[in-house]
């Protein structure tokens, strides 16, 4: 997998969720998704998005790849 740096990201990210990220083909569409994950993530009172987070962020909102 590319280990090139995912612009947009304000908080540490773990493997497992950047990786579901890097899914994303569309750099607008994954931009959309960095913001609200980690809004949801802040709102959680988290530091690190998991992908426990990133799941429950795009529950019912984006689909997810």
Excluded: C, N
């Excluded at 497992?16 to 993530?41: Q, T």
Aim: aromatic share 4%.
């Amino acid at each position: 997998r590319s280990a090139e740096p995912l612009h947009g990201l304000t908080m540490l990210w773990e493997a497992a969720a950047e990786e579901r990220l890097r899914r994303i083909p569309i750099p607008a569409v994954r931009a959309m998704v960095i913001r609200k994950v980690e809004a949801h993530a802040r709102a959680q009172g988290l530091t690190v998005v998991d992908l426990a987070a990133y799941e429950a962020a795009l529950a019912g909102g984006f689909p997810r790849p």
